[in-house]
């Protein structure tokens, strides 16, 4: 059964940054995009980062970009998710999401095309 688990979600003020780790198991992450949604009270999940399993693509939502970084380590399969500058708009429960790569690794993480999710993980920004 395959399962995905989140962790390094937390409270830190605006303008410190956080690392979420995400390990997978019961599947291969080799064929699959993984990534990072995120849902802020009141709003719809978003996509914030993905990474292709074929090539270094990489996709970021347009709030995120030149802040977050996004790396895989397929042999440990663990996906991390590097947050510096944060906002307060960033506050929001981050949930680990993989899929098989079928479509682009933005078609995927833009669509949610995703096969499974974990429970998420909270992160607070605020002074």
């Known amino acids: 059964q395959a399962h995905l688990v989140e962790s390094g979600g937390g409270l830190v003020q605006p303008g410190g940054s956080l690392r979420l780790s995400c390990v997978a198991s019961?599947?291969?992450?080799?064929?699959?995009?993984i990534g990072w949604f995120r849902q802020a009270p009141g709003k719809e999940h978003e996509g914030v980062s993905c990474a292709s399993s074929r090539n270094n693509s990489t996709y970021y939502a347009d709030p995120v970009k030149g802040r977050f970084t996004i790396s895989r380590d397929n042999a440990k399969s663990t996906v991390y998710l590097e947050m510096n500058t944060l906002k307060p708009e960033d506050t929001a429960v981050y949930y680990c999401?993989?899929?098989?790569?079928?479509?682009?690794?933005?078609?995927?993480?833009?669509?949610?095309?995703?096969?499974?999710w974990g429970k998420g993980t909270l992160v607070t920004v605020s002074s």
């Open positions: 999401v993989a899929g098989i790569e079928i479509l682009s690794v933005q078609e995927m993480c833009v669509m949610h095309f995703m096969d499974y």
């Open positions: 019961g599947f291969t992450l080799d064929n699959h995009v």
